[in-house]
């Protein structure tokens, strides 16, 4: 029969109000960055310089999950942060909304991207795709080309850039 074990509690217990100020800190110098990546994202994807744009995806990735495992522990210490530093309580409230704002703002350039590209999309697909007209009658006709003759299709060019 084994002795079961006793789990450690892992989340750090605010004792001080230079421990709750260190912890808010924390938390807003990973929100800043954050705030300053999504913003440069933004702007990028707004210029059309989707690659560049791509490339922040890794640091983002990181900085949200600093900045999750942060507002954990604010989760689960607000007791404490609340009688110790109120008043950085509040200035983390207000940096959390206005980053709020940010990311509502990114997603509205990522939806426009991506209506934007869906309908260039949809356009060359339906030029492609356009009925070729009969090839043996009238001023248009073409003569010797065969049942593949297309005379309304021209060429057809994707960038890859934006």
């Known amino acids: 029969m084994s002795v079961p074990r006793r789990v450690l509690d892992e989340r750090p217990r605010i004792a001080s109000a230079l421990d709750a100020r260190a912890l808010i800190e924390g938390v807003l110098e990973a929100l800043s960055a954050l705030s300053h990546l999504v913003g440069e994202e933004t702007e990028l994807v707004r210029a059309g310089r989707l690659p560049e744009a791509m490339t922040r995806e890794p640091r983002k990735t990181e900085l949200a999950g600093i900045y999750m495992r942060g507002v954990e522990q604010v989760k689960l210490n607000a007791v404490a942060l609340a009688r110790f530093v109120p008043e950085q309580v509040q200035r983390l409230k207000a940096a959390h909304l206005s980053f709020q704002t940010l990311i509502e703002t990114n997603q509205i350039v990522l939806a ?3 209506a ?4 260039i999309v949809r356009e060359l697909a339906a030029d492609a795709n356009r009925p070729s007209r009969a090839a043996g009658y009238g001023p248009a006709a073409t003569v010797g080309a065969g049942a593949f003759s297309r005379p309304n299709s021209g060429p057809l060019m994707v960038s890859r850039r934006l």
């Open 116 to 119: 934007v590209s869906e309908s």
């Open 112 to 114: 426009t991207a991506r």
